[in-house]
């Protein structure tokens, strides 16, 4: 199974600005999605982006116009780019990745650890 590492989480100020990063540890044009998930306290864990083996995106409309998920095929990488950050964004950011099969049968696929992002007002 592969293994995703996330990075890049931390404190900022309201308005600033973080970029996640998550690795994977195979080539990542396998996967026919990868997202970027939140789960803030008590609350559950909901999809912020998502950004298909074509390179489509889809964002929550919470994170609309400021956030950024790319993808960088040579690194095996995803990154989430943060910007014009609010305390409400506080949350641990998990990257998430589907193979074609997964994705069909709606299966969980694959999570990383997560990474803290904590935003101060």
């Known amino acids: 199974q592969v293994q995703l590492v996330e990075s890049g989480g931390g404190l900022v100020q309201a308005g600033g600005s973080l970029r996640l990063s998550c690795a994977a540890s195979?080539?990542?044009?396998?996967?026919?999605?990868m997202d970027w998930y939140r789960q803030a306290p008590g609350k559950q864990r909901e999809l912020a982006a998502r950004?298909?083996?074509?390179?489509?995106?889809n964002y929550a409309d919470s994170v609309k116009g400021r956030f950024t998920i790319s993808m960088d095929n040579a690194k095996d990488t995803v990154y989430l780019q943060m910007n014009s950050l609010k305390p409400e964004d506080t949350a641990v950011y998990f990257c998430?990745?589907?193979?074609?099969?997964?994705?069909?049968?709606?299966?969980?696929?694959?999570w990383g650890q997560g990474t803290q992002v904590t935003v101060t007002s």
């Open positions: 998430n990745a589907k193979t074609p099969t997964e994705y069909r049968e709606g299966a969980s696929g694959s």
């Open positions: 195979e080539n990542i044009s396998r996967f026919i999605t």
């Open positions: 950004i298909n083996r074509g390179g489509g995106t």
